[in-house]
């Protein structure tokens, strides 16, 4: 069966410092990335997604990026943390169009 | 693109009754109508979809329905459960895109 490992679960960081945050898909191949935030209380907002190695279309311009190293591994960075970047980051997989998300389980930024 | 709009943002109901959640959409292209409920600190999960092929599709205490006609979609939980409190959302696939619309959520309380 097909899992999705995202780390860590939480994150306090200093702002002006740099962010990784990494995603892990198992028990499939070639599949739909994606990076998704959410703010207190609020929807889901898409950052990045990803069809294949290498391929990232960003939704928003900021100051983040994404890249996609190998085929299983989605990694969300940031050179330099601002305040609003903190939120609950969620990263997804699917199988292709019309397909149904799976989220991991996300990891909580608190910028300070 | 697709808009999504999910109504009602918040909705509060004694254990025991029912619950119905409502979206519409507005791209006729849209094929695909996950709903996902995401519990306070967790990703969401997906619990129910409908193709545009299928007017309703029930499992259990959740029921789908889609109205293609009215570009509408609802969520109904019978018999609520404080464990179906939650924020839910409804999505809409436009049909060969790589990403999806969400809902702007919908936070369930079942009141013991």
């Known amino acids: 069966s097909q899992t999705i490992h995202q780390w860590p679960a939480t994150l306090v960081q200093p702002v002006g410092s740099p962010l990784s945050l990494e995603c892990t898909v198992e028990?499939?191949?070639?599949?739909?990335l994606y990076w998704y935030r959410q703010a207190a209380g609020r929807g889901l907002q898409l950052l990045f997604y990803s069809v294949g190695i290498g391929q990232i279309s960003s939704e928003v311009p900021q100051n983040l990026s994404a890249s996609r190293p190998q085929d299983r591994q989605f990694i969300l960075s940031s050179k330099k943390l601002l305040l609003s970047d903190s939120g609950f980051y969620l990263c997804a997989w699917s199988a292709g169009p019309n397909y149904g998300y799976t989220f991991g389980s996300g990891t909580r930024l608190t910028v300070v | 693109g697709e808009n999504v709009e999910q109504h009602p943002s918040t909705l509060s109901v004694q254990e025991g009754d029912s619950a119905v959640i409502k979206c519409t959409y507005s791209?006729?292209?849209?094929?695909?109508f996950p709903w996902y409920k995401q519990e306070l600190g967790k990703g969401p999960q997906l619990i129910i979809d409908?193709?545009?092929?299928?007017g309703e599709k029930k499992d259990q205490r959740i029921a789908v329905t889609l109205n293609k006609t009215a570009k509408h979609f609802s969520l109904h939980i019978t018999e609520t459960q404080p464990e179906d409190s939650a924020v839910y959302f409804c999505?809409?696939?436009?049909?060969?895109?790589?990403?999806?619309?969400f809902g702007t959520g919908t936070k369930l309380q079942v009141i013991p």
């Open positions: 409908i193709r545009s092929n299928v």
């Open positions: 999505a809409a696939f436009p049909g060969g895109y790589q990403k999806v619309t």
């Open positions: 791209d006729s292209a849209s094929n695909y």
């Open positions: 028990g499939t191949s070639n599949p739909n």
